[in-house]
Every structure is written in structure tokens, then in C-alpha cells.
């Protein structure tokens, strides 16, 4: 089964792609651990998108479509995967329809509130990168890690004016999406609100598994 994920950060969707690769056994490909990883094994797209990176330029479609064709070629993908950050644009989404047949895209909506509230709240050991969270996952002692007693971080993009910073550039980027795959009838609205666990079954009755 071919999945897409769409939905703002801090909608869970990375939560919930973790549990339905393993409910479903396919593959979840996220573009930012894609990224990562070419440029940590200085692959010639990882050159490339490094180098862009450190420009401060954005990633164009060509590379990350490329990327994602890529990773399409490994045996893993064969029975279908959960794709997680692409596609971003029309272009990319036309890229992907060329490449692959599309089963069903799940839209995680979530209201601005609880968004806030859900990334507001990370905090972040900076030596191992083990994230916490003051009222869902909190430390035993208030801003000090489990393991390494080293103070919690917040991370820049955790705070409150970069969070609707970035849901103004989803909302931009994003609300296209969402109308082409409606036209397309793809689209699987979903409420993220709940505890992964309900959020899940109501994916999995969503796309009638």
C-alpha cells in the first residue's frame, strides 16, 4: 500500500508512521532522514544538497525528487511505504504521480492551539538528543535529563513565534496539496488530536485496513 502523510509539524505524523510501518510492514521514508543520510554518506546528492544547505538556499523539487526516486529503487518499497515530507509542492506531487501509484494521502489536522502547546513544550538533551516534554513526557527532575544530568534545551524552531512562523509556510505550501489530492479523490482527512494509539485506528479504518 502506497501512503503520502500530510499534515502541519507537531501533528504526530512521525509517531504515527513509526507504528503503521510496523502494523503494515512498508517502509516509512521521511525526505529529512534522506537527506541526512545522503549527506552523511557524501553520496553525489548529498554533496549536492549539502552544499545548498550551507548556501541557505531551499532544496529544489529536481533534487529531492531525484533523492525519493532513489530510494524507490531499493527491494523495501516493493509492497508500498509511507511517504513522510514529500511531496511539498504540485511539481513534487507531480513527480511522484509519474513515479508511483498514490492508494490513499492521510491529512493529520490539528488545530493551532494544540500544536503550540504540543511543540512548545520539547525539550531537548543536546549531547544525546532525547527529547522530552514538560506536560506529555517530562523529566524526573524539572529541565535535567534522565542519564546524563546535563540541563534541558529548547530548540529555536520550538519556540512559540518560529512554530507559527513555520505553520504560516505549511499552510502556504500545503493547502494546494490538499485541494489536488481532494480532486483526486486521495485525500483521508484524520483528527490527530488523540493518543497515538486512536489516531492510528482511525488511519488504519481510513484507508480500510
Given at each position: 500500500?502506497?501512503?503520502?502523510?500530510?499534515?502541519?509539524?507537531?501533528?504526530g505524523k512521525g509517531t504515527i508512521a513509526a507504528l503503521a510501518k510496523e502494523r503494515l510492514d512498508i517502509p516509512h521514508i521521511s525526505?529529512?532522514?534522506?537527506?541526512?543520510?545522503?549527506?552523511?554518506?557524501?553520496?553525489?546528492?548529498?554533496?549536492?544538497?549539502?552544499s545548498i544547505l550551507a548556501s541557505g538556499e531551499l532544496v529544489p523539487d529536481s533534487v529531492t525528487v531525484a533523492m525519493v526516486r532513489?530510494?524507490?529503487?531499493l527491494k523495501d518499497t516493493d509492497n508500498g511505504?509511507?511517504?513522510?515530507?514529500?511531496?511539498r509542492t504540485i511539481a513534487q506531487a507531480d513527480s511522484l504521480a509519474e513515479m508511483k501509484f498514490i492508494d490513499h494521502v492521510v491529512n493529520f489536522e490539528l488545530g493551532r492551539e494544540e500544536i503550540v502547546k504540543r511543540l512548545s513544550g520539547r525539550r531537548m538533551c543536546?549531547?544525546?538528543?532525547?527529547?522530552?516534554?514538560?506536560?506529555y513526557n517530562p523529566p524526573k527532575v524539572e529541565g535535567i535529563d534522565d542519564e546524563?544530568?546535563?540541563?534541558?534545551?529548547?530548540?529555536?524552531?520550538?519556540?512559540?513565534?518560529?512554530?507559527?512562523?513555520?505553520l504560516e509556510v505549511y499552510d502556504r505550501q500545503t493547502a494546494p496539496l490538499?485541494?489536488?489530492y481532494e480532486k483526486k479523490g486521495l485525500l483521508r482527512n484524520i483528527?490527530?488530536?488523540?493518543?497515538?494509539?486512536?489516531?492510528?485506528?482511525q488511519m488504519l479504518e481510513a484507508i480500510g485496513r
Open positions: 500500500m502506497n501512503l503520502v502523510f500530510l499534515g502541519p509539524p507537531g501533528a525526505t529529512g532522514d534522506l537527506f541526512r543520510a545522503a549527506i552523511k554518506n557524501e553520496t553525489e546528492l548529498g554533496k549536492q544538497v549539502k532513489e530510494r524507490f529503487l511505504f509511507i511517504l513522510d515530507g514529500f511531496p543536546k549531547s544525546t538528543g532525547r527529547i522530552y516534554h514538560i506536560i546524563t544530568n546535563e540541563p534541558l534545551i529548547q530548540r529555536e524552531d520550538d519556540k512559540e513565534e518560529a512554530i507559527l512562523n513555520r490538499i485541494e489536488y483528527d490527530a488530536k488523540g493518543a497515538p494509539e486512536s489516531v492510528l485506528a
